[in-house]
C-alpha cells in the first residue's frame, strides 16, 4: 500500500502536481486533489468544445446543461442535509 509521501512524489510531475503541492506542507488533502481533477476536467471540455464544429459543439453543449442542472440539485440536497456551499 502507497502511503501519502509516495502519492505526492507520483503526483508532482502530473499537471495538478505544482499547482496542488505549493501550500501543502506533508499532509495531503483529498478534497484538493479532487478539486484539481474537476478544474483540469473541465478546462479540457471547454477546450474541445471550443474546438468543435457543428453538430459535436451543440451536443457537448447539451451535455453541460444537464450537468448543471444536477449540481443545483446536488447543492440544494447538501443544503437541506447541513452541508456548506463548498
Request: hydrophobic residues 40%; charged residues 25%.
Given at each position: 500500500?502507497?502511503?501519502?509521501?509516495?502519492?505526492?512524489?507520483?503526483?508532482?510531475?502530473?499537471?495538478?502536481?505544482?499547482?496542488?503541492?505549493?501550500?501543502?506542507?506533508?499532509?495531503?488533502?483529498?478534497?484538493?486533489?479532487?478539486?484539481?481533477?474537476k478544474e483540469k476536467l473541465f478546462?479540457?471540455?471547454?477546450?474541445?468544445q471550443g474546438q468543435a464544429v457543428?453538430?459535436?459543439?451543440?451536443?457537448?453543449?447539451?451535455?453541460?446543461?444537464?450537468?448543471?442542472?444536477?449540481?443545483?440539485?446536488?447543492?440544494?440536497?447538501?443544503?437541506?442535509?447541513?452541508?456548506?456551499?463548498?
Open positions: 500500500m502507497s502511503t501519502p509521501a509516495e502519492f505526492k512524489l507520483n503526483l508532482e510531475d502530473t499537471d495538478y502536481g505544482h499547482d496542488l503541492f505549493a501550500n501543502m506542507d506533508d499532509k495531503f488533502e483529498g478534497q484538493a486533489l479532487r478539486r484539481a481533477m478546462k479540457e471540455f471547454q477546450y474541445i457543428y453538430p459535436l459543439n451543440a451536443f457537448l453543449t447539451k451535455m453541460l446543461h444537464g450537468y448543471q442542472i444536477d449540481n443545483v440539485v446536488y447543492m440544494i440536497e447538501g443544503l437541506k442535509g447541513g452541508r456548506t456551499v463548498e
